[in-house]
């Protein structure tokens, strides 16, 4: 098993709907979940972090953790042909710099 | 976020030159910095890890005699292309680890906006 696994994608969804990436990971002591957008010829770009389990939003964007799942998503409401990238799913193990990508899904958002 | 910084942003250089390309951290210290390789339609390729002030850690397959890497700094790491050859050029990206706000659970990399290189 893959230490942090995502949609394979490619996702495509309508514009203004709800887009739902899902990434789990199999480390249960990791801390800390961090969600990345990456457009096409740039670099990867922070947009979400989430420490506790539940929800955070801001703006358009929710993350949602939940630790017993092993299971943390990023929902996209609204969705715009903007929103159309890689995005990155990233665990930190909370012990020295033990950080993992997933693979990351690549959301098209058609209008 | 964070902010680090890449320079040159664009490079382009002949078959046989070395290339070297800096990573600062701007707003915090970075005790471990990353670079990347990245080809067209595929994903990030992790190169080498670089912890301030000790010998680079380099990923299978990455040739650590072609690439070289300084991390004399908190802030400041180099990534130097020797002899780069037309297989070299590609988009490196490198990402500094750390928190601005200086709590562990926070630490996460962020990224410098990346150097294109074309070998001709």
């Known amino acids: 098993q893959k230490e942090v696994e995502q949609n394979s994608g490619p996702l495509s969804v309508p514009e203004g709907a709800i887009a739902s990436l899902n990434c789990t990971y199999s480390d249960r002591g990791s801390q800390s979940f961090f969600w990345y957008r990456q457009y096409s010829g740039k670099s990867p770009e922070l947009i979400m972090s989430i420490y506790s389990n539940g929800d955070k939003e801001d703006g358009r964007f929710t993350a949602q953790l939940n630790k017993a799942s092993q299971y943390v998503s990023l929902l996209i409401r609204d969705s715009q042909p903007s929103d159309s990238a890689t995005y990155l799913c990233a665990v930190n193990r909370g012990y020295g710099q033990n950080f993992v990508f997933g693979p990351g899904t690549r959301l098209s958002v058609l209008p | 976020g964070a902010v680090v910084s890449q320079h040159p942003s664009w490079v382009i250089c002949k078959s046989g030159t070395s290339v070297k390309i800096e990573c600062r951290s701007l707003?915090?210290?970075?005790?471990?910095m990353f670079w990347y390789r990245q080809f067209p339609k595929q994903s990030l390729m992790l190169m080498a890890t670089?912890?301030?002030?000790?010998?680079?850690?380099?990923e299978q397959g990455v040739e650590k005699d072609k690439f070289l890497i300084n991390h004399a700094s908190l802030t400041l790491s180099t990534l130097t292309v020797t002899s780069a050859h037309p297989e070299d050029s590609s988009f490196y990206i490198c990402?500094?680890?750390?928190?601005?706000?200086?709590?562990?659970?926070?630490?996460?990399?962020?990224f410098g906006p990346g150097t294109r290189l074309l070998v001709l």
């Open positions: 707003d915090f210290q970075a005790t471990t």
């Open positions: 670089s912890n301030e002030g000790s010998k680079a850690t380099y």
């Open positions: 990402s500094a680890f750390g928190s601005r706000a200086g709590r562990w659970y926070q630490e996460t990399q962020y």
